[in-house]
C-alpha cells in the first residue's frame, strides 16, 4: 500500500500551478529572443498572472477526464478533445490538429507534414497534470504523458522531452535533490536523443565550474543543427536554471529566462518542478503576490470557458478528485493519510521500469484504436500515409486481447477499399488467443498487406477493414487513412 499526506500532497500541487504562472508570467516579455537577456525581475503589473498555453492545455486534458472517465481515456480521446477544444493553429498544433480533422490518429497526427515542429515545445510544457496525477509513481506520469505528447508530436524529440518532464516532476513530489530528480528521469528517454545529451552537457558544464552564460552557449552550440524553438535546447536552459540556480527559487527563474527562446515555457516548467520540490513556502511571498491565484486562458475554445478552473485552487481541487481514478485505472493500492507518506523499495521497483523502447519504441506512421471492448488494434504503415499514384504501402493490424473478457477468437477480416486502392492478397482470418504470459501467450495475433495507389486518387482516401467475430454481435470498422499529395 502506498500512502501519500494529503496535505503535504495539496501544498506541492498547489504551489506547481502557482510556479507555473510565476514562470509564464515572468518570461513571456522576452519570449523569443535569441540574444541573452539579463532579467532582473517582472515587468508586468502586480496582481495578475499573463495567460499561457502551457497551462491551457492541461485544463483540457482535465476536463476530458472527468467526462470520459479514466478507465477509457486514450489517444483518441485526447484527439477529440484536441480538435473541440482547442483553438490556436500555430507551429505543431496547427499541424497536428489538421492532420486529426483528416482521420490521422496520434502519434501519426504528430508526424504527418510535421518535419519542422515535432521537435518543438508544445508538449514538454504540458506534463504537470500527469506528474500530480501520478505523485511518486513516474511510470504512471509518463504513460500519460506519451499518449499527450504523440498527438502533435509523433514519437520525435518532441515526445522524449514531454517523457522527462512528466518523469522529473512525479519524482518530485516524494523527492528534494534536484540532481537525483534529473538523473531518474533522464532513465527514462534514450541516452542517445538530443535531449539526454543537452541535459547532460549542463550538469557537465557546472561540474567543470562553468558559469551559467558559458552553458547556454554550450547548449546553443550542441542544437544548432536544430534551431531556436525547439525542445531539447529550451529543456537546456530548463536545466540550467535548475542547476545553476541551486534551490534558490527567484536565482532559477531569472536564469532560465535569460537565457531567451522560448522563455515563458522554460521559466514556467522551473517554477512548476520547484513549486513541487518546496511548496508553497518555498516561493517568495512578493512572486506569489506578483501573479495572486488567478487563472486566464488565451488557447481554449470560448465556447468550454465555463468549464475551467478559474484559480490555482480550484485547479489543485479537481486534481485531487482524479487521483483515486487513475490510481484504480492503474491498479494501485493507494491512500491519502494524515501520517507519513509512506512509498516501499518494492512499490518504487515496481513504478520505475518503463524505458523509452517501452514508451517510444514503434513505427511513426501508426496509431491505436480500440473499436471494441475486447481488443484493441495498432495500425501501422512502412511509410508516410501522403502517396501519389503508383506508391505502395505495407499495412499492419496488430490486435491485442483486451485483459478482461479474454478468450480464444476467430476474427473474420474483410477490406472495403475506392476504386484507387488495391489490395492483392490478404489474410481473412486471425486467430486471437487468450493471454497467458506464463505460457507465451501474449493474446496478440497480426496481419498485413500492401497497398498500391491507383491513377485517381483523392485527397483523403480510406480503406476499411470490417472486423467480424462470434463473440462480438456487431462488426467493428478499422481506417486506414491515405493522403494525396
Excluded at 48 to 55: F, G, K
Excluded at 66 to 80: I, K, S, Y
Excluded at 195 to 206: A, F, G, K, Q
Excluded at 390 to 419: E, H, Q
Amino acid at each position: 500500500m502506498i500512502k501519500l499526506n494529503k496535505k503535504e500532497y495539496l501544498d506541492k500541487l498547489h504551489a506547481c500551478w502557482i510556479g507555473k504562472n510565476i514562470g509564464g508570467t515572468l518570461g513571456a516579455p522576452y519570449e523569443g529572443k535569441q540574444e541573452f537577456v539579463d532579467v532582473k525581475g517582472f515587468v508586468t503589473e502586480p496582481g495578475e498572472p499573463l495567460p499561457n498555453d502551457d497551462l491551457d492545455l492541461q485544463l483540457v486534458w482535465l476536463c476530458a477526464l472527468e467526462e470520459q472517465g479514466v478507465h477509457n481515456f486514450g489517444t483518441t480521446t485526447l484527439a477529440e478533445y484536441w480538435v473541440d477544444w482547442i483553438s490556436p493553429h500555430w507551429n505543431e498544433y496547427g499541424i497536428a490538429k489538421r492532420n486529426l480533422q483528416m482521420g490521422i490518429l496520434p502519434p501519426m497526427s504528430g508526424e504527418v507534414d510535421n518535419e519542422k515542429w515535432k521537435t518543438s515545445n508544445g508538449a514538454w510544457i504540458r506534463s504537470e497534470i500527469w506528474a500530480g496525477l501520478a505523485p511518486g509513481l513516474p511510470d504512471i506520469a509518463v504513460k500519460y504523458a506519451t499518449m499527450d505528447a504523440m498527438v502533435d508530436h509523433g514519437t520525435s524529440e518532441g515526445s522524449c522531452a514531454e517523457i522527462f518532464t512528466a518523469a522529473l516532476q512525479s519524482y518530485a513530489y516524494i523527492r528534494s535533490d534536484i540532481r537525483e530528480l534529473i538523473n531518474a528521469a533522464l532513465k527514462k528517454i534514450p541516452e542517445d536523443s538530443m535531449t539526454s545529451r543537452t541535459v547532460r552537457l549542463v550538469m557537465e558544464c557546472y561540474d567543470k565550474g562553468l558559469d551559467y552564460k558559458e552553458a547556454r552557449e554550450k547548449v546553443i552550440e550542441l542544437n544548432k543543427s536544430l534551431g531556436w524553438f525547439q525542445a531539447p535546447g529550451n529543456l537546456g536552459f530548463v536545466t540550467i536554471g535548475l542547476i545553476y540556480g541551486e534551490g534558490d527559487f527567484k536565482k532559477s527563474m531569472l536564469y532560465a529566462v535569460s537565457c531567451g527562446d522560448d522563455t515563458d515555457c522554460t521559466a514556467a516548467t522551473v517554477g512548476a518542478t520547484l513549486g513541487i520540490v518546496g511548496g508553497t513556502a518555498g516561493i517568495p511571498d512578493d512572486w506569489k503576490k506578483q501573479v495572486g491565484d488567478r487563472i486566464y486562458t488565451v488557447s481554449i475554445n470560448g465556447s468550454y470557458a465555463y468549464r475551467m478552473p478559474k484559480t490555482c485552487t480550484a485547479l489543485t481541487d479537481r486534481v485531487l478528485a482524479l487521483v483515486p481514478d487513475v490510481m484504480k485505472a492503474n491498479r494501485v493500492k493507494f491512500e491519502f493519510t494524515d501520517g507519513e507518506s509512506e512509498y516501499g523499495e518494492n512499490d518504487l521497483k515496481k513504478y520505475t521500469k518503463l524505458t523509452s523502447a517501452d514508451l517510444l519504441d514503434r513505427m511513426p506512421y501508426s496509431y491505436d484504436i480500440k473499436p471494441s471492448n475486447l481488443f484493441s488494434v495498432r495500425v501501422e504503415l512502412d511509410n508516410s500515409p501522403r502517396v501519389k499514384a503508383g506508391d505502395k504501402r505495407l499495412v499492419t493490424l496488430t490486435f491485442t486481447s483486451a485483459t478482461r473478457n479474454a478468450v480464444p477468437r476467430m476474427l473474420y477480416i474483410k477490406l472495403i477499399t475506392p476504386d484507387n486502392l488495391t489490395v492483392e492478397n490478404y489474410e481473412k482470418t486471425l486467430a486471437l488467443e487468450y493471454p497467458q504470459p506464463e505460457h507465451g501467450i501474449w493474446g496478440v495475433s497480426k496481419t498485413s498487406f500492401e497497398v498500391t495507389v491507383g491513377e485517381r486518387l483523392e485527397t483523403v482516401d480510406r480503406l476499411y477493414a470490417e472486423i467480424t467475430c462470434t463473440t462480438i454481435p456487431y462488426p467493428v470498422i478499422v481506417p486506414v487513412v491515405f493522403l494525396g499529395r
